[in-house]
T-cell receptor, first 113, second 110 residues
């Protein structure tokens, strides 16, 4: 089955700890994206990657880091510098950054205790 | 940056009713997508529609790029249509970044 997987589904973290969210796709898509969603709000772009070994900051990149060492993987690290990390995190991919439809994973709910 | 406004913010319908959701944007766009987010958080792409009209079953969408708006039509609504509908636009400056509206929360009653 082709698709995007995110793990874990729920994640709890103590303040001051870094945590890494996983995103994997087997759609052979070049472009991948990370979004953050707060309750009752739309999605905001954190980072995106148009191709392997390349990524760009989105609108709210502060306190986050990413890597794109493999085409199918785009992990997101939420660092202790992120002041309000509790949110729903969504990963997406598309055939290329120049086109069209974005496909989303099921999301990870991060709660900082 | 570009502003994306959706209306209405909330909508309650009886099963079988029709509805129109609107997305206004403040600048020229390259791309526009409509998504449905179900109660469990999963986003499903409904339409990729930078201009023109498309239909998929009970859903259809129209984008009038020159007037900077898009409409999503839901006919004969079902309880499974409940959730939040988002439009997302990519600014015409070619940033490859989508800006999401704040959504329309739809509840369909049986």
């Amino acid at each position: 089955d082709g698709g995007i997987t995110q793990s874990p589904k729920y994640l709890f973290r103590k303040e001051g700890q870094n945590v890494t969210l996983s995103c994997e796709q087997n759609l052979n898509h070049d472009a991948m994206y990370w979004y953050r969603q707060d309750p009752g709000q739309g999605l905001r772009l954190i980072y995106y990657s148009q191709i392997v070994n390349d990524f760009q900051k989105g609108d709210i990149a502060e306190g986050y880091s990413v890597s794109r060492e493999k085409k199918e993987s785009f992990p997101l690290t939420v660092t202790s510098a992120q002041k309000n990390p509790t949110a729903f995190y969504l990963c997406a991919s598309s055939i290329s950054a120049y086109t069209d439809t974005q496909y989303f994973g099921p999301g990870t709910r991060l709660t900082v205790l | 940056g570009i502003q994306v406004e959706q209306s209405p913010p909330d909508l309650i319908l009886q099963e079988g009713a029709n509805s129109t959701l609107r997305c206004n944007f403040s600048d020229s766009v390259n791309n526009l997508q409509w998504f449905h987010q179900n109660p469990w958080g999963q986003l499903i792409n409904l339409f990729y529609i930078p201009s023109g009209t498309k239909q998929n079953g009970r859903l259809s969408a129209t984008t009038v790029a020159t007037e900077r708006y898009s409409l999503l039509y839901i006919s004969s609504s079902q309880t499974t249509d409940s959730g939040v509908y988002f439009c997302a636009v990519e600014q015409a400056s070619g940033t490859y970044k989508y800006i999401f509206g704040t959504g329309t929360r739809l509840k369909v009653l049986a």
